[in-house]
């Protein structure tokens, strides 16, 4: 197990990336520091850690920088391979179909969900909706396959793509308050509420997904910010 103080995280309670260390590092069972960034700002320390992005969150394990978060994810759990769960399956196609559908959440599925606070007109914004929901629906076809019938993607414990996916969570419930929507509906994606229900109740993850109301609190900051004109 890890030293004291010799595992940290640098990070903000907001964010989505930085839920995904935490998640892991309690599943595993392994204490750390979380280093909490300003928001609109960046420390020193998070620069020297990472500057190549310069972003959250940061790993630090014995003073060492690992960046991006499921880079983090996995380099956990290797490095703590005999305590808790197995984060990532252990059989090698399993491994790249996990990998393939964390790749599609962070680079389509995600996006297209910030999108739809970013649009400009109604019409944007119904495109904006419908590749959310889209992308739900291929979300829940993969789930009956991965999770073969069991809890979680994982099987019966939280594992990578829950962990990918799970994350997000809060701002699908911000962006749902916000915009009176309803995406995760148990009518037409009933495995993929069930399972939202079920990641949200776990121990591993109810100290760090933030409440709701706070979230959009926060996110009412961003808007303001992303709306504010450039400084003259």
Known sequence: MAKAGEVKVIGGWPSPFVMRPRIALNLKGVEYE?????????????????????????????DRPVC?????????????????PSILPSDPYDRA????????????????????????????????????????????????KISKGKPFFGGDTIGFLDIALGCFLGWLRVTEKT????LLDEAKVPGLAKWAERFCADDAVKGVMPETEKLAEFAKLIMAKFKAPPPQ
């Open 68 to 84: 991006e978060s499921l880079i983090i994810v996995q380099y956990i759990d290797e490095t703590w391979p005999s305590t808790g």
């Open 179 to 182: 915009h009176g929507l309803k």
């Open 97 to 144: 179909t996990a990998r393939f559908w964390a790749a599609y959440i962070d680079e389509k599925w995600f996006p297209s969900m910030t999108g739809i606070a970013r649009a400009q007109g109604e019409e944007a914004k119904k495109a904006a909706i419908d590749q959310v929901v889209e992308g739900l629906f291929l979300l829940e076809d993969a789930f009956g």
């Open 34 to 62: 979380l280093l909490e960034e300003k928001f609109g700002a960046k420390s020193e320390l998070l620069l020297r850690s990472n500057p190549v992005h310069k972003k959250i969150p940061v790993f630090l394990h014995a």
